[in-house]
Structures are given as structure tokens and as C-alpha cells.
């Protein structure tokens, strides 16, 4: 499986942004920090396997500034070809949708199909790793390392690492053998506590039971004189009741007779008294008012027969209103002519003046065009004219610098060249370099004597046992032959070489002939052996401490002809670029001479097209058209002020005529003279004819409000009349006496009526239905008389209960107090009742305990399995990997079953674990298992495998190791490698994806 291009609609940082992968097998993003590297790792995340719910830790990176959330993923598969994944805000992990290359469309089913099973938890262990893993290690002690290390060979992660830690801490916080402090230890005691409390209390159960039994027949009785003693409250509450509501009873009989004696009030209107009283009143008021309204209208008719109004006056207002606006206008107009002479005067002057400025005889300024068209070709031609000014002194500056640097530039390199060795000398002191013996190799000879003296000490120790056979003489002789090849081959010694061998013939031959003497002869020579060895090794230490105190000239001399070539190598690659950069300047300067011709060709152009005078400069033009268009505006302005004077003129006479025609209608005389004196006595006499018309309308208001107020008047009367005249039907009378009459005996039963009700309402708290109420009013007048003699007996029988009552509760509380003696300050059913809620307690964390001891079996057979089955695979190719990555150094890695650990093995035969190694050889074993799990993993389908920034601690020699390993695997894999290194990505590949902070 291979990304093909990723879409972000938005995500963290990026909005509506596109990213096409290249064809090559590793692809590289290349970007400072915060450039956004871990958010487009964490969209592939996100897209595939699903947005982070709000509950979980992990960054969701919404979009800062809105817009749509998610995006696709175009990947390339073996088996659906090429499949778009797209993944928007929706449900918790977002809505995708899967866009095969038939038109079908899939869900969340249809993706896990497509990436064939693979998980978030599997990608993040498997396929993507980096610094953050790394800088993890750094915080691990030795055993945790090695646990660390184990746990991801095994899923790719740490979390089995920390799934085990959390279990063992779990079990030990549960429960210890022979632990007081964990939770199940502290229950086991309080149980064993509570289970004495229970015993002891069973011994006490026989007099308790006897004490309990009593106690209960006490509450029986109590309860008996208890319910007795509420039956004579209840008689007694009753009797009481009767005897406060007998003077209510008593009243009621005596106003329910008064209301039978009196006469017959019905039918009689409601409040008819009161309602006939205020009819009477009104009736009184309306006659006395319609009066004053009559003699009122009669004043009004004569002040009205005094007035007489002009019928044009709203004519002559809007005539006479007019010529005061007109009088206004009139004098402005005159100021307004006196300065239209003057402006006039003055525009034609300054026009004059810029004609004489002009210095053109008999101009015709409109023959010139002024145009906005014209203008703006003109400006953009002198635009154009100073850019080419400023690029010809830019251009003259320029090649005088490049001029200058090229001359310096030709003197270094001539200086660097006299400086260099001849060719046949550097090949004199190369041959002497390389005949001498480096320091390295003399360290590695003495490395490798040492090993060889070790060697036969532990030969001459084998040698001290009689009962060897010849068998271990064989294996003893092929180990000095096979270290005597080694050496060989290492440092190139004849002389020690066959010394080995020949001891390890004469050893064989030597046995073979006479094995009662062999013990004997070998170790003696094995002896002679090691003090050749040691006496090879002092002359070794002797040539090296020499080689450290002298150090030799040639190679100064050939350090610096290098340092020398390397310099005039990037001296002549700066004055090649120099050079193309004068030639550069050069071919511009003659672009510049093109285009300033080609300027003078336009500029020519537009005078001829627009009528104006040769040989001005551009800038010179465009005064002169600003010239004539002020001079083409001053021709318009004149003529616009002799047409203003001609209309003023004419508007004065208009005014004239308009005053004259009003004063024929008054019958006053005119005077042109006297035009604002005539205007101001048009306005008097206009005021005055006003003020009739007002008095007229206010006298006409008036008495057409009084007519209607007359008529209002003697309706009110009418329905007044009508109102008692229904009042007098309504109570069946004919006369106002019958009516008055018949209305206080109404009154005196409403009375009456009223007081009954204030009675019985008082019984209300008392009784709620009317049958009850004839109940008590019969009991009343039966037990009137006795009344006080029962509630005496009742009160005498209810305190010989209270006396009873209270000698049971003495008696309960004597029981109570046994009880408590026996109980001991607790009862037996809270012992019992605790004893089986800790017992429960118990068993619940009972089960959380087997529960981490199933995870904690469980987690041991899954690494039971992965030793026998998977491991083989996993250290095959991480031991393949790690050698590579350190250049042979490291020969061999095994984990030893059952102890949950990694071995590595140096080629010298010296063992390491994890911890003992350097921090870059500790990440680049981590790295090496992580691609061996991933090889593994995918040995039917590849997918991407995503790498952030993990050669940080490499040396250069392993990372580029590492980079040419990374490269083998992309042949199957594709590689998504993120840095913010620019030199490793040249390193990787050339196909990289530049990141920036903007």
C-alpha cells in the first residue's frame, strides 16, 4: 500500500492544502519547528483510523480559524487499485467515506477491509515511530530498558511494558502473604474481628430473648391504652364542639323566624333603592344644565351677526406670503448680480493671464485634447520614463561592482595557484604517507595478541586436568591454527602466524607419539608461546608511543595542499559565478537600450496623435495639458456666469410684476421705489382680515359644540326616565310610594339574610355539609343541659389512662436498659449485618485480585508464545539490521528464553546488554527492532512506514549505514521520513516536501 496524495480541507494549522507524493519509494517533509511535520503525520492518523474523541488526551487539531474539518487520503493498493479515503466532522471518530475506482462507495467496514485488518494500535507500534520513542530510552534504568526493549519487539510499543508494571503494582497493593498494609490483608483481619464479636453475642441470646418477648408485650398493652385513650379524646373534642357552637345555633333559629314575619319584598331589583336614589339626582343636573347651554347659544347667534369675512382671503394670504419670500429673494438677487459682475471681471482677467503665460499667439485651447484618455497615456509614459532612468543607474552601478569583483576574484585564484604542490612531489609525500603504519592498526595488533595470550591462559588452565583426552588436544590445536589465520589476516605478521601454527602441529604430533608426556610438552610450549606474544607486544607498544610523540611533517604538508584545493576549488566556482553574473548585467544593459529607444518612438507618437508642440520632455507635456484643461475650465466658467446674469434679470422683473398686482387688489398705490414699505403694509392689512376670520371660526366652534352638547342633554334625560320606569316594572309597582315601600322591606330581609350568613360562616371551620350542620344543631338542643356533667366523666377516664400509660413506659425503659447491658455498647444484628458487609468487601476485592493475576498470566503466556514463534523471525532480521547499521561491529542478538531480555554481541566475542551501551548504539538496536517487526509484520501486504527525525545521535558514519538500510526497505515499503535537517533529506532522496512557518 502506497500514498498517493493527501487533500486537507482543514487541520491544525492547514486549510484547503494539497500534498501529491512522488513516485520514488521514500518521500521526505522537510520544515523547521511548528512548520507543521507532526500535524500531517497526525492527519494520516486521523483520516485512517479516526478522529480523537473529546474524552481522550490526544490533540484533535481543529481548525483555528473555521472552515470545514478533515480531509482525504488518496492511497494505491495491490488488491482495490487506487482508493480515496475521505474523513469529515460528524460522529465521534468523524463520517468517512471510501471511494473505490469503480464508483462504489464504502463505511468504516469497507477502510478496515482496504487496510487489511491494520489498527491504530498496530500502525502506531509498527509502522510510525521517532524522536519522541527515543528520548523515552533516555529515562530508563537498566532493567526497564531491557523490558522496554522487549516489550517492543514484541507489539512495537512500550504499553506492554506498562501494562505489566501497572499489574504487579496492583497485586502487591491487593495482597501480600505476609503483608498488614494491602486491601485484602486489612479485610481478612477486620473479618476474623467481627466473626469473635458474633460468637460472644450467641452466648448471650437466651436472657435477651426473654427480655425481647416481655418488651414486646408491653408494646401491646401501650398500644391498647393508647387507642382507648384516643376514642375519649375524641368524644371529649366533641363534647366541647358542641358547647362552643351553642349560642351560633341558638342565633341562627332566632333570625330564620324574624325572616319568616316579614312581608313579601319580591320581586324587588337588585340595590333598586340606591339605583332609583342616583337616577332621581341625575335627572335634577340634566334639567339645570340644559338651561345654561340654551342661553349660551343665543349670545353666540348675535356676535355672529356682527362679523363679515372676505371669501378670497386664503387667495390673498398665499399671494401676499409669496411676495415676502419674493421681497427676501429680490434683494439677494440684487447682491448676487453686483457680484456675478465682479466674479465675471475677474475669470476674464486671470483667463488673460494665462494666455500671456502660455506664450502662444492666437491659442485655440479646445484644438488641444485634454482628454482623461490622453492624460493617462501620458502618465504612463513618464511612469515608464523613470523606471528606465532608474534601471540604467542601477544597471551602471551594478557592472561597476561586478567589474570590481571579478578583478578580485581572478587575484585569489591566481595566489591559491602559486600555492599548490607540484603533481609529481604530492605523489612523493603520498607514497611516504602510505608506507608508514598507522596508529589504528598497531592498537588493533596489540588488541588481537592480547586475545591471544588470554587464549592460551585458558588452554594452559585446561592443560592442569589429567583426565582430558586427545579429543581436547584436537580442539585446543584448531583454535591456535584459526587465531593464527585471524592474526594474519589482520596485521599481515608471518613471524607470529606460524609460530602458532607450528605449536599447534607439534602439539598433535607430539601427543600422538608419546601421550604420557603430552601434558608436559604442551604447556611448556604454550609458555614459550605467550612470552613470544608478550615480547611482540612491548616492541608494539614502543612503536606506538613513538608514533604519539612525533608527529610527522608529511601529513601537515598534504593537510594543507588539500586544505589549499579545496579553497581554490570553491575560489574558481565563485568567479565562475561572478563571471556569468557580469555577463548577465551586460546582456540587460543592452535590453535597457531597446526599450528606452522603443520609449521615445511612443512618446513621439502621442504628440503628433494629440495636436501638441515637438520637443518638450514627457514631464514638460503633462504641465502643459494641465495648462490648457485649468484654461479650457476658465472659458466654461465665463460663460456660465453671463448666462447666471441674464436668468438673475430676468427673475427681478417677475418680482415686480407680482407686488404690483396685489396693491390693485387692496386699492393702495405703487411705487417701485418703495418696494419693501409696500410689501410691509400688505402684511398688516392680510393680519387683520386673519384675525375676523379667527373670532368667526372660534364663535362657529362654539356653537356648533353647544347644539350638539343641547342634543347630548336631552337624550341623558329620556334614558333616565326610561331607567325608573323600568325600576318601577321590575318591582311591580305604578306609583314612586309602592316602590319606596316595597324597597325597605327588601332592604330589612337583605339584612337579616347577611347576618345568617356571618353565622353560619363560623361554623364553616367546623362542619363542611349541610347534613352534618342539621346534626350538631339537633345535638345542640338535646345535650344543652348535660353538656357540662359529660365532659367532666370524660376528662376523669382519660387521666386514669395517662397514669396507666406511664407505668408501661417505666417498665419498657427498665427492659431497655437490661438490654443494652447485655448488648455491650453494640447490638448483635450490626456485628452480624458488618460482619457479612466486610465479608462482601472481601470478595470483591477478591476479584479484583484474581483479575490482574489472569492479566498477569495472560501476559506471560503471550510472551511464552512470541519467544517460540514469533521472536525467531523478529531477531533473525533485527540481528541482520543492527550488524549492518554498525558496520559489522556488533555480530550477533539473542534474547534468552524466559529472561526477558536482549544479548548483543560484539565481533571481538565481548557481551553487552542494552544499558551498557552508548546512547546512538542503544537507538539504532531500538531502530533495527522496530523495521524487523515491521518486516514481519507485512510479509504479505507493505505498508508506509513513517519515520520522524530518529538519526539524531548517529554518527555519520551509522546514519548514512542507516539511511542505505532505510533505502533496501523501501523497495518494498514506502517511507514517510519527517526532519528539520535539510542535509538529510539530500542524503535520503531528492523527492522532499518543504514545509514553512508562514
Known sequence: MKLVKLHIYGFGRFQDCQIEFSKGPIHSFLGDNEAGKSTIMAFI?????????????????????????????????????????????????????????????????????????????????????????LQNIEQLDSEEFNRFLYGVGISGMHSLLEIEKKTDKALQELYKPSGRKPVINQHLKKVSNIEDKVNTWKNKLSKHEILVNEKVSLTENLQTLTDKKMNLNKKLRYFEKLQSITPIVLDIKMYENRVQQLPVSEPFPENGMQRFEKLKDHCLLVEAETSEVKERLEQIDGELAKLHIREDL???????????????????????????????????????????????????????????????????????????????????????????????????????????????????????RSEQRSELELQQEIHYIDDSMQQITSQLHLFSQPKNSYKLFFIIGTCIVFLALIYFFISHNWYVSISLISLAIGILVAFKRNPNNIYAEGVKNMHNQREQLSKRRQKLELKLEAIRREESPVNDILKKDDQIREQLFLKELQLKEVNEGYEKVCKEFDKWEQAYGKFRDELQGWVTNYHYPNGLAASNYLKLLKMLEQMKKKCREITQLNDKLVIINKDIEAMLCKVQELCQSFKIPYNKDQHRQIIERLSILLKQEKEREKRYIRYKDQKDELTEKYKTLNLRAEHYQQEIQKLFNAAITNTEEEFLRKG????????????????????????????????????????????????????????????????????????????????????????????????????????????????????????????????????????????????????????????????????????FEPNELSQGTKEQLYLSVRLALATVHSKEDSYPIFIDDIFVNFDSKRRLQSISLIKEMSKKHQIIFFTCHPFMTSELSTNYYSLSNS
Open 45 to 133: 492518523r486521523c483520516i485512517l483510523f479516526g478522529f480523537p474523541t473529546k474524552l481522550q488526551s490526544e490533540i484533535r487539531y481543529e481548525p483555528r480559524l473555521g472552515g470545514r474539518y478533515g480531509g482525504s487520503i488518496e492511497i494505491d493498493t495491490q488488491r482495490y487499485g487506487k482508493v480515496t479515503v475521505e474523513r469529515v466532522r460528524g460522529k465521534a471518530v468523524g463520517d468517512v467515506k471510501v471511494y473505490f475506482s469503480n464508483g462504489n462507495i464504502g463505511r468504516e467496514e469497507a477502510l478496515k477491509h482496504v487496510l487489511g485488518g491494520l489498527d491504530r494500535n498496530h500502525f502506531l507500534g509498527i509502522y510510525s515511530f521517532g524522536l519522541t520513542d
Open 314 to 432: 386664503t387667495e390673498i394670504e398665499g399671494a401676499i406670503a409669496n411676495v415676502r419670500e419674493i421681497g427676501k429673494i429680490y434683494e439677494s438677487k440684487h447682491e448676487e448680480k453686483g457680484l456675478l459682475i465682479q466674479q465675471l471681471r475677474f475669470e476674464q482677467k486671470e483667463y488673460e493671464v494665462m494666455k500671456e503665460k502660455l506664450g502662444i499667439e492666437s491659442v485655440d485651447v479646445f484644438s488641444f485634447d485634454t482628454s482623461f484618455l490622453a492624460e493617462q497615456k501620458l502618465e504612463k509614459l513618464i511612469d515608464e520614463e523613470v523606471t528606465l532612468k532608474q534601471q540604467e543607474k542601477l544597471l551602471q552601478t551594478q557592472l561597476k561592482q561586478s567589474q570590481d569583483i571579478l578583478e578580485e576574484k581572478e587575484i585569489q585564484v591566481d595566489k591559491l595557484t602559486v600555492q599548490l604542490l607540484d603533481d609529481g612531489e604530492r605523489k612523493e609525500l603520498e607514497k611516504k
Open 744 to 911: 325597605n322591606a327588601w332592604n330589612e330581609n337583605r339584612e337579616l339574610l347577611v347576618q345568617l350568613r356571618v353565622l353560619k360562616s363560623q361554623l364553616i371551620p367546623i362542619v363542611d355539609t349541610d347534613e352534618k350542620l342539621e346534626q350538631l344543631e339537633g345535638d345542640v338542643i338535646q345535650y344543652r343541659n348535660i353538656l357540662e356533667e359529660e365532659i367532666h366523666m370524660l376528662e376523669g377516664q382519660i387521666k386514669t389512662c395517662w397514669e396507666k400509660e406511664k407505668n408501661l413506659h417505666e417498665r419498657s425503659a427498665q427492659i431497655d436498659i437490661e438490654l443494652k447491658e447485655l448488648e455491650d455498647g453494640s447490638s448483635y444484628s450490626n456485628s452480624l449485618h458488618n460482619f457479612e458487609n466486610e465479608k462482601g468487601i472481601l470478595k470483591e476485592e477478591t476479584k479484583k485480585w484474581a483479575f490482574h493475576r489472569t492479566v498477569q498470566l495472560v501476559i506471560g503466556e503471550a510472551k511464552a508464545i512470541y519467544e517460540k514463534e514469533r521472536q525467531p523471525l523478529v531477531l533473525k532480521e533485527a540481528n541482520k539490521f543492527f550488524s549492518f547499521m554498525t558496520n559489522g561491529e556488533y555480530k550477533k542478538l539473542y534474547a534468552p528464553i524466559g529472561e526477558q531480555k536482549f544479548i548483543v554481541e560484539r565481533l571481538d566475542g565481548l557481551r
